[in-house]
T-cell receptor, first 108, second 114 residues
Framework: LAKTTQPISMDSYEGQEVNITCSHNNIATNDYITWYQQFPSQGPRFIIQGYKTKVTNEVASLFIPADRKSSTLSLPRVSLSDTAVYYCLAQGAQKLVFGQGTRLTINP | NAGVTQTPKFQVLKTGQSMTLQCAQDMNHEYMSWYRQDPGMGLRLIHYSVGAGITDQGEVPNGYNVSRSTTEDFPLRLLSAAPSQTSVYFC?????????????FGPGTRLTVL
């Protein structure tokens, strides 16, 4: 399983675009990059997944460079409700291993 | 659909007691998993199942048993509770074609062992 590294915490303001970068230097050929969001006292929620280039859905965008050694989750125009912990995972569809995640705080 | 449901929401046990945490899903998902989350930490995989009758160990399986007799249910048994098992437990499921890296999580069970 590829080890991922992401910032422990980030702060931003309402209406801003937030980019959270994750490094996964040892990602394997079959591994996908997946991001989850977790609010306090709730289970994680799947946000987005990608293999390479760019993926966009109604919630976020995921940018993956050609070497796939890193990825960036982009949250457009954040609001206070985006305050949560965000987990980056880079692994195959066998076992799910979560790191400590990035605690994102959105300020008014 | 109710999605993934877990019972109970809260539980207090004494050291040495046993209990079963219940997990059910109504989405006909083949894959189900159990995780524990300690304060300020990420989730750690306890056990998982890729289908009825099939289970396997995760990262921290000691002290826990599972079985998967139906597609819908995946109970987690604590054999002899210890204070180190105080944690929040999450159950998750995913369809076979999405794999274990895209899962739907339940609301969690907060367990305290005294």
């Amino acid at each position: 399983l590829a080890k991922t590294t992401q910032p422990i915490s980030m702060d931003s303001y309402e209406g801003q675009e937030v980019n959270i970068t994750c490094s996964h230097n040892n990602i394997a050929t079959n591994d996908y990059i997946t991001w989850y969001q977790q609010f306090p006292s709730q289970g994680p929620r799947f946000i987005i997944q990608g293999y390479k280039t760019k993926v966009t859905n109604e919630v976020a965008s995921l940018f993956i460079p050609a070497d796939r050694k890193s990825s960036t989750l982009s949250l457009p125009r954040v609001s206070l409700s985006d305050t949560a912990v965000y987990y980056c995972l880079a692994q195959g569809a066998q076992k799910l291993v979560f790191g400590q995640g990035t605690r994102l705080t959105i300020n008014p | 659909n109710a999605g993934v449901t877990q019972t109970p929401k809260f539980q207090v046990l004494k050291t040495g007691q046993s209990m079963t945490l219940q997990c059910a899903q109504d989405m006909n998902h083949e894959y189900m998993s159990w995780y524990r989350q300690d304060p300020g930490m990420g989730l750690r995989l306890i056990h998982y199942s890729v289908g009825a009758g099939i289970t396997d160990q995760g990262e921290v399986p000691n002290g826990y048993n599972v079985s998967r007799s139906t597609t819908e249910d995946f109970p987690l048994r604590l054999l002899s509770a210890a204070p180190s098992q105080t944690s929040v437990y999450f159950c998750a499921s995913s369809p076979r074609d999405r794999g274990l890296d895209t899962q739907y999580f339940g609301p969690g069970t907060r367990l305290t062992v005294l």
